[in-house]
């Protein structure tokens, strides 16, 4: 079905009428999506203003003549004359809205008049006019993994940086550099008091560089944006952990928090997070004959599902065994007052590092590559998706290994 184009005129102020273009039936608006009758010109005529003739009679009883605006709509009316430059302003005006008529009804009804430049330069005209904002939403919505919160995070601050509208025909490199800019010192959403971390902002910016790649793919962007601007640096991370001789002076220091102790020593030996011990049940727990015991289970931040051996030493820990869906750590949770017993704990074992209850998973990898397990395989115990997350490990053995060099000198 064809769709019908009309020039109509709206009344505005100052006696002039806009000009719009009436479809029929309705379109979709390349901007918004959302169907329409109506796109306006931004273009105004000057009002003729209608008047009729009218007779009275004067103060001498003689019959005269006058012209009034139309009240009764009945009435013939009359038109005043325009001045000569409205009269040449309408004219022109006219002209040029019935001519931009009549390309927007052969662009709808007859595609097959352009050629296929002026088709694909038309293609590129409605989309670059598409709010990127909005494209990079839709995008962070259909993210249903372990990483959900991190786009919906980035999203957030993109958004407050565009106020919600940016064109994709305005994105270019310094708008990036911008945005990378504002991440590196605007606050964080958590607070107010403390500016936004380095790797929360290498996240961040990495989302948007996805977004900018997947609408290359899709043909929003004529260039891959993506590949053209740096990430963030990763900020260099200090993983304190604890050496064989500091971990064995916990096993024999006494604990305010007896349950915190288990759970801390467990990670100590089987490199799981604080997440994943909270949260571990009984029947996750498995024995396989000739081949011990086993966690099957699903890791709370990256969703993964792992099984996972574990030493007769770290089964110890755990208890007596109770009912399947009991948790095995029963009332064990995140608090600043379970943080001071650990303080506490670790002070009193004479270890002076700042050793927070992650430390002990750092430990698990560092021992492991220390006394010889390969980085792979420790890269699949601690649930690791790339082996570059491992690696930091490495660094921190090679370190260890250059200050055992440097504790032997000789007065040369």
Not at 107 to 134: D, M, S
Not at 239 to 244: A, G, Q, S
Request: charged share 30%; aromatic share 10%; hydrophobic share 30%.
């Amino acid at each position: 079905m064809a769709i019908k184009v009309k020039l109509r005129q709206k009344p505005i102020s100052g006696e002039r009428q806009c000009l719009y273009l009436d479809f029929y039936p309705a379109i979709q608006n390349p901007k918004t999506g959302k169907t329409t009758r109506r796109e306006f010109l931004n273009m105004y005529v000057f009002n003729e203003i209608e008047i009729e003739e009218q007779k009275y009679f004067d103060e001498n009883g003689k019959e005269q003549k006058r012209f009034v605006p139309v009240l009764d709509k009945k009435a013939e009316p009359k038109k005043v004359k325009l001045k000569p430059l409205e009269k040449m302003h309408n004219k022109n005006t006219i002209d040029l809205a019935e001519t931009i008529r009549q390309k927007r009804e052969n662009q709808i009804n007859k595609p097959e008049i352009y050629t296929g430049y002026e088709k694909e330069q038309l293609k590129i005209k409605e989309q670059g006019e598409r709010n990127f904002v909005e494209y990079f939403k839709k995008l962070t919505d259909k993210r249903k993994d372990s990483n959900h919160d991190s786009w919906v995070s980035a999203y957030k601050y993109f958004e407050t940086f565009t106020k919600g509208n940016l064109m994709f025909d305005e994105l270019n490199e310094k708008v990036c550099t911008e945005f990378k800019e504002y991440l590196l010192t605007t606050k964080s959403n958590k607070s107010s008091k403390t500016t936004l971390s380095q790797n929360s902002a290498v996240s961040y910016f990495n989302k948007l560089k996805a977004t900018l790649k997947q609408a290359y793919k899709d043909g929003y962007l004529r260039t891959d944006l993506n590949a053209k601007i740096e990430p963030v640096k990763q900020a260099e991370t200090q993983r304190n952990f604890l050496t064989m001789e500091e971990l064995n002076s916990l096993v024999k220091t006494d604990c305010q928090n007896p349950l915190l102790k288990r759970a801390a020593l467990f990670s100590a030996l089987t490199g799981l997070r604080f997440s994943d011990i909270e949260k571990l049940v009984w029947t996750e727990l498995e024995y396989i004959e000739g081949n011990g015991y086993f966690i099957q289970f699903k890791q709370q931040k990256t969703k993964g599902v792992e099984m996972m051996p574990i030493s007769d030493q770290a089964y110890n820990l755990l208890g007596e065994r109770t009912e399947p869906t009991d948790k095995v750590f029963e009332g064990l949770t995140y608090s600043a007052y379970g943080n001071k017993h650990l303080y506490q704990w670790i002070g009193a074992a004479g270890i002076t590092k700042d050793i927070t209850f992650h430390c002990f998973r750092h430990t698990y990898a560092t021992l492991q590559l220390s006394k010889g397990t390969d980085i792979y395989t420790v890269s699949k115990m601690l649930g690791h998706r790339e082996l570059k997350t491992t690696q930091i490990y490495a660094k921190i053995i090679d370190q260890t290994k250059r200050d055992a060099a440097d504790k032997i000198k000789l007065d040369m």
